[in-house]
C-alpha cells in the first residue's frame, strides 16, 4: 500500500502574464492563481554552464491535491509556485497516485 504524501507546505501557484506597456512593448509579472497544500521533495542537483560561471540547477518532485482538468487551481507546465521568496517553475505535471488524487509536478528552482 502506497502512503499518502504529507502536504505541509504552503504554496502560491503563480501564471506569467504580458501586459502592453503603453510604449509598443509588453512587461511581464507573475499573477497569484491561488494556494496549493504541497509535499516538496529535492529530486536532483546538477550544475549547469551559464555563460562561462556555473549554475547549480535543483530539480524538486512536489505533489499536491488534483484538480480537474481545465481548472484553474490545476498546475501547468510553465507556471510556478513560490514561496517565501523562492520560486518553482513547473516544468511537467503527471498522476502521483494512479488514483486521480493528487499530481506529481517536475519543478526546476529559480529566482523569483
Known amino acids: 500500500m502506497q502512503s ?29 492563481k491561488g494556494n496549493l497544500w504541497a ?12 555563460g562561462g560561471r556555473l549554475a547549480d540547477i535543483t530539480r524538486y518532485r512536489i505533489t499536491v491535491r488534483a484538480a ?9 507546465p510553465g507556471q510556478r509556485l513560490s514561496e517565501r521568496g523562492r520560486a518553482f517553475t513547473i516544468l511537467g505535471v503527471s498522476e502521483a497516485d494512479g488514483a486521480g488524487h493528487y499530481l506529481r509536478l517536475d519543478a526546476e528552482e529559480g529566482a523569483l
Open 4 to 32: 499518502l504524501p504529507i502536504l505541509r507546505r504552503r504554496l502560491t501557484l503563480e501564471e506569467r502574464e504580458r501586459v502592453e506597456d503603453g510604449g509598443g512593448g509588453t512587461t511581464e509579472s507573475w499573477v497569484a
Open 39 to 50: 509535499e516538496v521533495q529535492r529530486a536532483s542537483l546538477r550544475a549547469r554552464d551559464d
Open 68 to 76: 480537474p482538468f481545465g481548472h484553474p487551481s490545476r498546475p501547468r
